[in-house]
């Protein structure tokens, strides 16, 4: 029988996280258990720095960028001896579960806890939606929007200086960001690092449409083909562009999260729980077509996550 | 060999209409056809109010709210004349298809001329997302922000002021604007069509959380069930309660769409054109756990949409 | 020698109210004082309702909307009875001076405490902005552009379907954010109560506008003047016109401040603790061209506060 | 008898300059004046690229971003040959006068073509806030609420991670943008060009609060001392200081104006058509005390703008 789980977020932050712990603590205490918060992800699990968390104590959090529970990147945990002094802190805490919320990192340092028997569920919390098994991650489309703004903005000063942009986004390794924000922005280019840049071409097209009367244009980049500074170099070198530069950084990671970002925590926090009532351990939280489901831990990192083939084509078909 | 098409919005106007009409102008000059905008919905076309829409007059509408073709309801077009009246005129003008976007009244409308033989595909664009066959419609996702940033405001006055808020949303005759964002404020109750109300029982659990300490609480109500006053006189009478009352009203439609209401009207739009080059007619356009497909017309209108029940139950789980 | 100092917020609340706290709080601390958080402003006052706020208590709601102290109206405090039992809690508390964040009313029963031999200073925090003796009131800055923002929202829709629309703002007595907003807005019409309504002249006005060509008009009407619906039904008698109508409302008090309001709180938290160490009392803070200085509180509400004539001219100037 | 003026916007963009422009249009239209818009600055005036603006021009322009005129850095009107030439464009389209939009360098054209002959009246339009003559730009108001905008995102991410952010705001060579900022995000440090930094200082105060339980502090830096990696590199030599950079950049410039920013755009506007009518040029618009008024033009840029010291001192006392 259950009576006792924690939580914790870990990697980088992302809005809904605070939403996704209230979820497990209200639902936890619907179903008779109790939570306890642990602070700055392994790093606080390992040194035992932990809070019960009350009803009031995630009143007023939902709407909150960010997470309370504060977050870190852990070398030691990856350690043998980090991962059992944080079972004993569980341990004597008598804590039955943990739910970790976080990205593919944080998933990867679950697993070693439930191979040494810790049930564990984790939940996808990341602005770069580059979690395969989920359809969507947790802060994606708060981050999409946040990033949407700012370009708008952008287009306001490029089109009134008749200027080329260059607009970094985030991303890591993955284009998802990069690529919905071009599609809703109306840029003409999208940089992704799933699709070989070719810089001639661009500058091809670049001179195309200034000859056909577009005085600005925007490009939008993921940080994971290369940095602003450099692509706005090689069209420099390669079709004498001088372009702008803005890196949208860590505003993207902010903020309250959208009603579809709350909405999603809320679900995936509650699913949590729930399945961890239900025996369940070693798996993600998935949202796939708009369902709660499970997954193994492994798939956030084993398959690959395409990007949508259809909005590549879109970038290039309605910007022209 | 299709050349020229026309594109029309009807109904009530949603943030996101403007992107669709975009991409069904580029979409149409990437097939090398040509766009007719069609002013204030049926009723244009049966005037015949219509303009060319080249590359540029949709230049810059991506972000804006409403619909620059404007919109009307109309009777006369319920009408054989008015329906004639308006053949008349795309023949006259060349036209080989329609794109009608609105919601099932103008579906309906679009339907009568699919069968008099003008090849039609209908984009679903309402907030009320009560369009059955699509998991969403255009619009739905930035009303549901828009929607949920008020009840945000709201909130910091209930809690200053120890008071109990009901909000009015939109979304005709059904509750999926209210439910979700009843969720994603974290209310306390929502009100729906689709569920009885049970007002002694709504009394109860308002005293029993006065009781426990909860000094304020917001009820999102859904305009379909009843007016808030007529909910804030309910209350009054049956349980004491002296609730103070807000209606969203029209601002739920208006501002620039989200980054997914932008991103969904962009492929609607694109689908629609590319659709009807496939000689596709009387459907519209689905999103279906994000993929583009088609469904009869009447399929948005005959079949049931219904809440999901997940989402239902959190309102309870999360809020007490 | 001061020693420790007591805060609260009364009246309507309003955005900013918390980084005036947060101000007094840490400006007390600056000058080795301590500060006691009166909670529901003279209720909370009477009932002894405090709790010592440190520096961590005032950290992370500069931003936050509403007040963390909460605040109530209060019946009982404008007896002699209650206010002795005020001072008697302050007394207890050895309490040395209070500061008093809110509109006029609040500024009359802080100068009874005053007469009473509690050395006292006011805060003017109200949307209303109808407090003279001051520029500008806390909270009114933000509460323009929430308006402002909920007014384009409705010119997308306004002009999407060639409708006319009736916007009702608050404002109490007083049109000075009806009147900022339908500058700001680019309102063809402004009703406030400083004027007097010609409602055959409006009609006149809306009749030659529609005549050349305008097809869509915002009124901006202050809540002080009549309601939204007796406007509609006084549009309709007189010149047939069928308004929209759609009611602010309590939106227009929360959300996070602006940054004027977030430094106009501050500055005026400041200013009002070190005010009460220079032996200052019965003042209100006032911004007077963008310099903080006193006056009594009585002038909050003895002298009158006029609109910008300017203003009211340029309403009409610049929309038709 | 004046009959046609010019309108140009000049130097960077900022929001409002279409509210201004709106306004000089309407107010010459309510004067019997026709107006004329000039493209891409002074640019656009020396190679005649004007259009004729009527009221429908202007409609639906207030709340856009950038400049509908464009604007453009000109090196070719420095010269007494580009004068000229702009000079015969205004005579050849019977121009009587010119309003220039734009900061201090803009004015130093505009007295160009003063002292040949063409009557010119200045609006101050800079984000930067650094005209001297006047107590605000147009502009400055929305740039400072979008920058607290993104650094309260960057604080969700600093308090999660525990870190130490700078973030890089604009104002060329002046601290206002900067110092408003701080107060108003309740950042730890500011530092403009205005006051010399004390990096070791800096740095004791970083170690004094983190030994005090501060887990996180933002710097707020304008960009006319040092860029923000040169800031972050003295602060890791100096004091051992990891900090994580972020450069607003051109957002900043962009965004729907606030309502204080187009409430003042079109006063000036308005002020500017009215004061040529009156005789008046070589002057430009004034906000001091909330009221409109002349100065010369060469106030712009010899009389020197002093940073407020009341909020120089405010950062320091609220934030420690």
């Known amino acids: 029988m259950m009576k006792r789980i924690a939580v914790l977020t870990s990697g980088g ?4 996280m605070n939403a996704a712990v209230r979820a497990v603590v209200r639902t936890a205490l619907y179903h008779g258990m109790e939570t306890i918060g642990v602070m700055r992800g392994f790093e606080g699990l390992m040194d035992g720095d932990c809070m019960t968390l009350d009803r009031a104590a995630v009143g007023g959090i939902i709407h909150r960028g960010g997470t309370i529970l504060r977050t870190a990147r852990s070398e030691r945990f990856k350690t043998e001896a980090g991962q059992r002094a944080a079972l004993v802190q569980m341990e004597n805490r008598k804590v039955d579960a943990l739910v970790v919320i976080g990205g593919d990192g944080s998933f990867r340092g679950a697993l070693e806890l439930e191979k040494k028997g810790l049930p564990v569920i984790g939940i996808p919390g990341t602005i770069d939606n580059d979690i395969a098994g989920t359809d969507v991650t947790i802060g994606y489309d708060t981050a999409v929007n946040t990033a949407l703004s700012a370009v708008q903005k952008l287009r306001d000063t490029a089109s009134s200086h008749d200027r080329l942009f260059i607009v970094e986004v985030m991303g890591r390794d993955a284009g998802f960001l990069a690529l919905e924000v071009a599609v809703s922005s109306g840029a003409e280019y999208v940089v992704v690092p799933e699709i070989q840049l070719d810089i001639a071409k661009m500058c091809d097209h ?10 600005h244009s925007l490009i939008i980049l993921a940080e994971g083909v290369m940095s602003a500074h450099e692509l706005k170099n090689r069209l420099q070198d390669t079709g004498g562009y001088d372009a702008r530069v803005t890196v949208l950084g860590y505003i993207q990671r902010g903020g309250s999260p959208s009603s579809f970002d709350t909405v999603l925590a809320s ?38 996550k395409h990007l949508n083939p259809e909005l590549l084509a879109l970038v290039e078909k309605l910007s022209v």
């Open 206 to 215: 670049l001179h195309y449409s200034r000859k056909r009367g577009k005085t």
């Open 13 to 16: 932050d992302s809005p809904g």
């Open 267 to 304: 679900r995936m926090g509650a699913f949590a729980v729930e399945s961890l009532l239900e025996g369940k351990s070693g798996s993600m939280v998935c949202s796939i077509c708009g369902q709660m489901t499970l997954c193994p831990l492994e798939d956030a990192w084993k398959s690959p």
